[in-house]
């Protein structure tokens, strides 16, 4: 057991420092120079290169890699702060701490201060989209897997499928048609600005409304085929036999064996709306790490993408991990073993 | 050579397997919809030329300052004026063009992955899996956006794209699977008779391991529709002016107050395609039990 | 009006625009470049044709209020190197130009009382304006003046000034070192010790390289504003500055709010306070908080949403012609643009008129491929320019592509007109024959290859006279001359055009030029854009600028 989380732990390690290089090697190749981008289009070549060696842009690839992680880890100051480049950045925390990401091209700041209020918003779209999901999801995926091959079960079972073949930007489309376009319920776009005539409740709605059918959809699919095996399994058909009632065994065996399958896809489900809510964001113009991170590609805010790539990159492999480790604890056969 | 005995009992599990597909091809409902609505699109894909009442790049310059349907338009035109028909029409050309052969790419690279790595173990296993283990963590849209603002949108870079992401999965389900079979007899029988691994791998393995990984490649192909359709919808899919029904969508989103048919009705045609893989593969599921 | 000194063309023009062989227009517009104070010259044009000068006719505006305006907000921490048209939006409201071009294309002294160019224009002398204070309470003078001018004509400040102002100001340094691809890396330094000269406290005189027409325009480059030397470049919340109101927050991508100053030398302020907010960029977003009541007004609006927003009864519609436009332009370095039967029978092959109105609807007006717009005051009419898709083939056939020719279109991927704009062209270019393929790449990235792409088109923005355009975009070894061109003859004429003050001498010129890039220049160019927006109906004083310059000191709004 020790030695599972232990070996896991390690593993979780290495594939992130290889993971953050790799990333790092991609986003060289994205185009445009850096330095060119801070002064814009119509910069000299003279104003280019001179901005270019103060940032050092022009070393290795290799120092650059590492002297990015030295800087991320606090070993080193960043360098595009202070007076020598004179673009006025300034970082309240100082040139050295730990997690500094430098600076963004795009709004030249601090990506700390960037990423915290993004992410922020990302978070409570999550807590949202997570929050009804899985009670939505259970009751829906008990309920058809206990009565399978029923109509109840044979209506769920349609229902979740069309659902999940539509893809986020159609149902935002649809939802946005509907509630926005037509019957001006709801506002289209969710941009959380400062005094808007719709409360920030009402601009969560479409969002998370787009999340939870997606996801609920695809969960409540698998806790139906986890709990129709699982009343399949030779245990429960025991238990009936002692003569416990159905709810009874419904609840207290079936349920609890035949949640260890979901919860792993709940965990990949956070780390799909964590770091997956491009498109809705994009749509919906809400400032969550999704349409930071367009933003930032489309831009070529090289540090930014870098900072962003790399948090995204440690929620997939922590959800992984968690999922694995929930795994071994739930399921007596792992732990047994 | 192969024993008789083996023999047989492949012989018997393909004919019951036959029968099982027959069953389900012809009496489940949901298949026989799934496979309508595909085989729709690929006869409208491949009759494009003569199916469309105009050609999808021509601008009415007309029509452009009204695109609602009209008689000329059934279905209107888009912001540009140009008949929405028509697009959609040229649409399933490109959609049945980029998304089955990005999956084919996908399972061709992933697939030799898993059957390699699941046939030699030792190091090429583990080799394979953490590569695949490094790949899968990267979330996958992610991935797509910087590539695709690296390098530029091009069908190329789309296939591209698709592969890093699908390959790692269908390389562990074919690990997987191969695993499963590389002990039964007849596989044992060819490599006492002396057969190479390639030969194994391909004539014997491959043909067996079908079930899982065609129910896994419709999933997949309905996930391609969707993912070509979001990056067209981003602004990152193919290069305009090829009909694109992602990016056809993204079009008319500002103006669904006014023209929501700009955006309607490509967005009921990619929908129509992601619903029939996913029956598809629903009733494909059946093989299995 | 006799405390000026006159520039020695001021009395041949006066005597043109009573013959009424210049337009008032025009008659104004040279005037003030040439000198005289807005006010003077609409007072001398008042003299001739009776019109009362429009600057007084404005209604009693109310006191007070907050204002809230959608726009993007950027880090405004180095105006020097601001790079789009929404950074001034913010910081010219605190810190400010020198001169000033208003919404009717005309120039006016800002910070400046007045200049006056010697008759051969090479000898600029600005006068500072008299009592206009910092908000720390010194007063602003010409020391502050050649403080900002110098810094933002040196390399390492990274201003696109100098690349504006490098033919008159600068001289090419050769550092004797090269680059990693051999090419020598140049520097630049004042062309002379006294370029920039300061005759005492109030009065700054440039000693030119060359004569120049534009310098006033120059001076309102929208990151030439005067900052307080002892910030050292930077500017931030609660900067120093001689504007009407100061800057109390800022967050970039979020929003940012201004407050007025207690006393300001110029007009207003009359709000009490300006918040801009950012609502992400997302057009929807700009139409539902415009609809909503959300914001007073929005930076701008595309011109397909325009529709929706005109059915609003709380909104006023706000347009303006202008001289912004986009150029597809042919590096004439590249197959097959190198040869100019090519690049015409591009222009042949196109209706601007139908492109135009695919791409904007109502909201543009067609171009000729020539780069001078009609609200140009040298603009000269040529013969109407007509798609000739027959003569366009006989010449692609004619330079040896008779079996067709395929090229590659590079367009920035925002605002979605320049898609449809381009797939216009690329309908019309199949006509002729030519295979126009189309590559959208995000709007940063096609600043990275504007310069190089063999096939592109390049935004450009509004500008007040036509030889600006022309000076940097098209002349040999131009600042940002972008497609390579490089023709004697051109340049010749231009630099003729330049020296002539006289709108109706230069525009005899202007007519030549304009046939020589109709003939042999390098771009295709079918629109000249209105720039629009909304406003609330409450809001007063607003106009739409060509170059979306925000005047906050101006608005009011009704209770």
């Not at chain 1, 949640?259 to 990949?268: D, Q, R, S």
């Not at chain 2, 029968?19 to 012809?26: A, E, H, V």
């Not at chain 2, 990152?236 to 090829?242: D, I, N």
Request: net charge neutral; glycine share 8%.
């Amino acid at each position: 057991m020790k030695r599972i989380l232990i070996n896991r732990i390690v593993q979780f390690l290495v594939i992130l420092l290889i993971a953050s290089f790799l990333l790092f090697a991609v986003t060289e190749f994205s185009p445009g120079n850096v330095a060119a981008k801070i002064l814009g289009p119509y910069a000299l070549d003279s104003q280019v290169r001179m901005l270019t060696g103060r940032l050092h842009l022009d070393d290795p690839l290799l120092t650059r890699y590492l002297r990015w992680l030295a800087t991320l880890t606090g070993l080193l100051p960043n360098q595009l702060g202070g007076d020598a480049t004179g673009l006025g950045l300034t970082d309240p925390r100082g040139a050295q701490y730990f997690g500094n990401f430098g600076f963004s091209l795009m709004q030249g700041r601090p990506i700390v201060d960037v990423l915290a209020d993004r992410f922020a918003h990302t978070v409570t779209l999550a807590v949202w989209a997570i929050g009804l999901t899985i009670p939505i999801s259970l009751a829906l995926g008990v309920l058809a897997g206990t009565t399978a091959g029923s109509w109840i079960d044979r209506t769920i079972t349609v229902i979740t499928v069309t659902l999940t073949s539509l893809p986020e930007f159609v149902v935002s489309v649809a939802l946005i048609f509907v509630f926005s376009a037509s019957l001006g319920w709801l506002p289209g776009t969710s941009p959380l600005a400062q005094g808007d005539r719709w409360s920030e409740a009402s601009q969560l709605v479409l969002p998370v409304a787009v999340l939870v059918i997606a996801s609920s959809a695809y969960v409540t699919r698998i806790v139906r085929s986890s709990v129709v095996d699982t009343l399949a399994r030779p245990f429960v058909r025991t238990a009936r036999l002692k003569g416990l009632s159905p709810l009874r065994v419904t609840f207290f065996h079936v349920l609890r064996n035949a949640l260890i399958a979901p919860i792993t896809v709940i965990l990949l489900q956070i780390n799909w709306i964590l770091t997956g809510v491009v498109v809705v964001e994009a749509i919906f113009a809400y400032p969550g790490i999704g349409r930071l991170m367009l933003e930032a590609a489309l831009f070529g805010d090289l540090y930014l993408i870098q900072a962003l790539t790399l948090i995204s990159l440690t929620v997939a492999i922590a959800t992984q991990f968690l999922g694995d480790l929930a795994y071994v604890l739930l399921d007596p056969r792992i732990r047994v073993a | 050579m192969m024993t008789p005995l083996a023999g047989t009992a492949k012989h018997d599990r393909h004919r019951k397997r036959a029968r099982r597909l027959g069953r389900i091809l012809f009496r489940s409902g949901s298949v026989s919809v799934a496979l309508n609505i595909l085989l729709f699109w690929a006869v409208v894909a491949v009759a494009a030329p003569l199916l469309s009442p105009y050609d999808p790049t021509t601008i009415d310059f007309t029509a452009s300052l009204d695109p609602s349907p009209s008689a000329a338009h059934w279905l209107g035109t888009d912001a540009t004026g140009r008949d929405l028909l028509s697009r959609i029409i040229w649409g399933a050309r490109t959609t049945f063009l980029v998304v089955p052969l990005s999956v084919l790419s996908a399972f061709a690279v992933g697939g030799v992955a898993g059957m390699v790595s699941a046939w030699f173990g030792g190091w090429t296993d583990t080799i394979i899996g953490r590569a695949g283990d490094v790949m899968l963590a990267f979330p996958a849209l992610i991935v797509y956006i910087i590539l695709i603002t690296s390098f530029g949108p091009s069908m190329w870079n789309i296939v591209l794209a698709v592969t890093l992401a699908y390959a790692p999965g269908v390389a562990r389900l074919m690990r997987a699977q191969v695993l499963s079979i590389k002990s039964l007899e007849y596989v044992l029988a060819a490599r006492a008779a002396g057969e190479g691994p390639l030969y194994i791998m391909f004539v014997e393995i491959l043909p067996n391991v079908g079930t899982p990984l065609i129910v896994d490649l419709c999933l997949r192909t309905g996930y391609a529709v969707i993912l070509v359709g979001t990056l067209g919808f981003l602004g990152l899919g193919l290069p305009p002016p090829t009909p694109d029904w992602g990016g056809m969508v993204v079009e008319g989103v500002n103006l669904l107050t006014l023209y929501p048919h700009i955006s309607l009705f490509p967005a009921a045609a990619v929908t129509s395609v992601v619903i029939a893989c996913n029956l598809l593969a629903d009733g494909l599921r059946g093989l299995r039990r | 009006m006799s405390k000026e000194k006159v520039h020695g063309y001021i009395p041949d023009l006066t005597g043109q625009y009573r013959d009424g062989r210049v337009s008032r227009r025009e008659f104004i517009r040279t005037a003030t470049l040439l000198g005289l104070s807005a006010a003077s010259a609409y007072g001398l044009a008042g003299t001739i044709d009776g019109i009362a000068s429009p600057a007084h006719a404005q209604e009693a505006k109310p006191k007070g209020g907050v204002l809230r305006l959608e726009t993007t907000v950027y880090d405004v921490k180095s105006p020097a190197v601001a790079n789009t048209t929404a950074h001034p939006w913010i910081y010219s409201q605190v810190v400010e130009y020198l001169t000033v071009i208003g919404s009717d294309n005309v120039t006016r002294p800002h910070l400046l009382e007045s200049w006056e160019p010697s008759d051969d224009l090479s000898v600029w002398t600005l006068r500072v304006r008299d009592g206009v204070t910092w908000h720390s309470g010194r007063a602003f003078t010409a020391d502050d003046v050649i403080w900002n001018l110098t810094r933002l004509l040196s390399d390492e400040v990274g201003s696109s000034m100098l690349g504006l102002m490098k033919g008159y100001m600068l001289n090419d340094v050769d550092s004797g070192k090269t680059d990693e691809n051999g090419k020598k890396i140049i520097t630049h330094e004042l062309w002379a010790p006294n370029a920039i000269e300061k005759v005492d406290d109030m009065t700054v005189r440039l000693n030119l390289k060359a004569p120049q027409l534009a310098v006033p325009e120059h001076l309102n480059h929208y990151q030439a504003v005067m900052l307080d030397p002892a910030e050292g470049g930077t500017f931030d919340v609660g900067s120093n500055g001689t504007g009407a109101f100061t800057l109390t927050e800022i967050e970039p991508g979020r929003g940012a709010v201004i407050e007025a100053v207690e006393s300001y030398w110029g007009e207003g302020p009359y709000l009490d306070k300006v918040e801009f907010v950012d609502l992400g960029g997302g057009d929807q977003a700009i139409i539902n908080a415009l609809i909503s009541g959300q914001v007073h007004g929005a930076f701008q609006v595309q011109p397909e949403l325009a529709r929706i927003l005109e059915a609003q009864d709380h909104l006023t519609l706000y347009d303006v012609t202008t001289a912004d436009t986009a150029v597809s332009r042919m590096r004439v370095t590249e197959k097959p643009f190198d040869d100019p039967r090519v690049r015409k029978a591009f222009r042949l092959a196109i209706d601007p008129a139908k492109a135009c109105a695919v791409a904007f609807g109502p909201f543009a007006t067609p171009a000729e491929h020539h780069h001078v717009a009609p609200i140009h005051p040298e603009y000269a009419k040529l013969p109407e320019w007509k798609q000739d898709v027959e003569g366009a083939k006989a010449l692609l056939a004619e330079a040896g592509y008779g079996d067709g020719l395929e090229v590659e279109l590079t367009i920035q991927q925002n605002p979605p007109h320049h898609l449809r704009s381009a797939t216009a062209m690329q309908e019309m270019l199949k006509d002729a024959g030519v295979t126009c393929n189309i590559n959208v790449v995000p709007n940063a990235q096609y600043w990275d290859m504007w310069t190089t792409v063999p096939f592109g088109t390049t935004v450009w923005a509004h500008r007040p006279l036509g030889v600006i355009n022309l000076g940097l975009a098209y002349r040999s070894g131009g600042a940002w001359n972008e497609s390579g061109y490089s023709n004697p003859e051109f340049d010749r004429l231009l630099t003729e055009a330049e020296a002539m003050p006289d709108p109706e001498v230069r525009r005899g010129k202007m007519a030549e030029i304009e046939a020589l890039m109709q003939e042999d220049g390098p771009i295709v160019q079918t629109y000249w854009r209105k720039l629009l927006t909304f406003y609330d109906k409450k809001v007063v004083g607003f106009e739409m600028h060509p170059t979306y310059a925000l005047f906050a000191n101006k608005l009011a709004i009704r209770a």
